[in-house]
């Protein structure tokens, strides 16, 4: 098992249980325990938990994994959500796309749309078909060499677990622009509460999103429904479409219909 995969598993196991024990993760894994030491050591150094003695636990209050350890998870879901999501964007329109691993699959579908590559680079008339406004540095990168697609990048301070810039640079760009389309990731979402993501930062800035555009999209495998996150970013009042796997059940895909909320499942 390489490191990469021993890190994620760890993580994994981190963000269930809320620690890890040495001893117990060196039998599942299939390693050593002085591996799994020195694997929490350096985990503990990127601050993505803390060390304990014979272990690590969750690290702060609200756990969250780096962006780079949940590229794998649910990724066939994750992927079919994206090219579910670029078919709801119209060519010529202005999008708006929060970060994370769901929004970041609806990024690369959207690059690879073939209406909006059109003849030669950047369209037929040599101009973007689309523009996109990211606060994610990740996708930002992503899309930057598609000719056809004009990136604006907020301002604002970067986290290392998303790649999301936030703060009041970002809020400043977000408050002088209007959207066609604001397409949310989340970390939690359900018919009572709305849609929430781990850290308040985040939250406010992806509020400001769905604000300044004429439709909401929230993009989130089914995973996410149900469940409880830190910092809520809007009632369902404010979303249009959720689009999410066939993981969701009839019953909670009625319920967010009855909210008028309208449910694609792929």
Known sequence: MSRDARWNALLELVGKHGRVDVEDAARALDVSAATIRRDLDQLAEQQLLTRTRGGAVAHGVSYELALRYKTGRNAPEKQAIGRAVAELVAVGEVVGLTGGTTITEVARSLAVRSDLVGEGAGGASGQPTLTVVTNALNIANEL?????IKIVV????????????????????????????????????????????????????????????????????????GKRAFARVCDLGAVDFLVTDKGVTPEAAARFTEAGVTVIAV
Request: no cysteine; hydrophobic share 40%; proline share 4%.
């Open 154 to 225: 907020t301002g604002g301070v970067a986290r290392p677990q998303s790649y999301e810039l936030t703060g009041p640079l970002a809020s400043g760009v977000l408050g002088e622009i209007t959207l066609d389309v604001a397409v949310l990731g989340v970390n939690a979402i359900d018919t009572e509460r709305g849609a929430y993501v781990h850290h308040e930062g985040e939250a406010s800035i992806n509020r400001l999103l769905a604000q300044r555009a004429q439709r909401v999209v929230v993009a989130a495998d089914s995973s996410k429904i």
């Open 144 to 148: 930057v060499i598609r000719p056809q």
